[in-house]
């Protein structure tokens, strides 16, 4: 396929505009990224898509997400509201979760994956809990996946929340999934070892996933210090903090994410970087949840890799991006605080970096070699966008509902927004009807 005429821009560490760019792939791989005079010439004869002076993008990536929290959208809890952090876990999360079945599991992936379509989000890391349906869960998620077309990292918090028999399932369901995937790979698919945090995973549990995840050549999915309350109990049950108990049991490294990193301090942020870490922000989130702001410029300027995740929020990236611009500047009281060129490194660039713990091939970016995601934009500039200025586009802009075209690994998966591989409207009908079920079995609890 041949897309001609749009203005590119390609992200990665080097990122470029082109206008009157063409992006030339053959499967699943973009073989070649120029001007349209010159692919035209050199392609006349492949499949052409005209994107007609729309911008081109990279399939955007989604560095943490919980597909299992689409069906808490509009659901009332009963009581008083939450006024911390773990009543939000106790009466709304940890209830959602134990109500769901693996038809919920699936279902729940579809109408995230719809969402991520439509908004140009190409591949995505999740992390699941469902309590009460473990077994097959990463299946029913990856058939999911599979059926949408997109790319996703999986894999099951393991906690002892649920009891012994709980934790043992979660990590059995890991593990499974991990053997079975690297036995019978599959391009839109891959794992990590996913725990829930370090507060509901005792230390007889965390040594159990270890000596599990020996020799499988993955990493940890963690959450990590997301608010106070992680710190407290790890300071109270093992006197240490959070980041330096998991580094003492061998839990972090180079493939293992650790999601939020809110309250860390200066010994931990050095543990992260000594180890090579990976550290997700997720803005929306912990502004919903009022647990603070994670010190990204902290962690940046330690070199460590910070990667743009939504937490189980809508999969518009672009939002996202918009939320971390302005989140840290009025935290720092600072306009200076987090430029438009940083939060594009964090959202591509270091997002990419992020994926390539999962797929060799880069994904996030518009250069040969790389995974054939690009997505296609009704945005039409009426100023200028160049090398120097695109971040400042990207923030005050472009945003996801103005993606027209998707496409991922070379197949094109939306085509002026219309869905081609999920029914939409079917989903949607049927998750409404789930959903409904899981609501009267929260409210049974």
Known sequence: MLITNGTILTMGDNPRVIPGGAIYLEEDTIVEVGSTAE?????????????????????????????????????????????????????????????????????????????????????????????????????????????????????????????????????????????????????????????????????????????EAQGLDVGFHIHVAEDKADQADSLKKYGRRVLERLEKRGALGPKTIAVHCVHIDAYEMDALRATRTQVTHQPRSNMNNAVGVADVAGLLKRGINVALGNDGFSNNMFTEMHATYLLHKINAHDPRAMPGDAVTQIAFA????????????????????????????????????????????????????????????????????????LDEEAIAAKAKGLAKEVWRRVAEM
């Open 39 to 211: 692919l035209s010439a050199k392609h006349h004869h492949e499949e052409i898509l005209d994107a007609e002076g729309q911008i081109i993008m990279p399939g955007l990536v989604c560095g943490h997400t919980h597909f299992y929290g689409a069906f808490a959208r509009g659901m009332a809890i009963p009581g008083q509201p939450a006024d911390n952090f773990v009543q939000i876990l106790e009466k709304l999360w940890w209830k959602v979760d134990r109500a769901l079945t693996l038809e919920d599991c699936k279902y729940s992936a579809l109408v995230a994956l719809a969402d991520a379509i439509r908004h140009g989000t190409t591949t995505l890391i999740d992390h699941h809990a469902s309590p009460n349906a473990i077994d097959g869960s990463l299946d029913a998620i990856a058939e999911a996946v599979k059926q949408a077309g997109l790319r996703a990292s999986l894999c099951y918090e393991v906690t002892d929340r649920n009891g012994e028999e709980g934790a043992q399932a979660g990590i059995a369901e890991n593990a499974r999934f991990i053997r079975e995937l690297q036995a019978h790979s599959h391009p839109q698919l891959a794992a990590s070892f996913g725990l829930h945090a370090a507060f509901t995973v005792s230390d007889a549990t965390l040594e159990r996933c270890l000596q």
């Open 350 to 421: 270091n997002n990419t970096k992020l994926a390539g713990i999962f797929w060799p091939q880069p994904v996030g970016v518009l250069e040969p070699g790389a995974l054939a995601d690009i997505i296609l934009l009704d945005y039409y500039p009426y100023t200028p966008i160049t090398d120097g200025n695109f971040p400042w586009h990207i923030i005050f802009g472009i945003d996801g509902s103005q993606v027209t075209h998707t496409i991922a690994g070379g197949q094109l998966l939306m085509k002026n927004r219309e869905l081609l591989t």
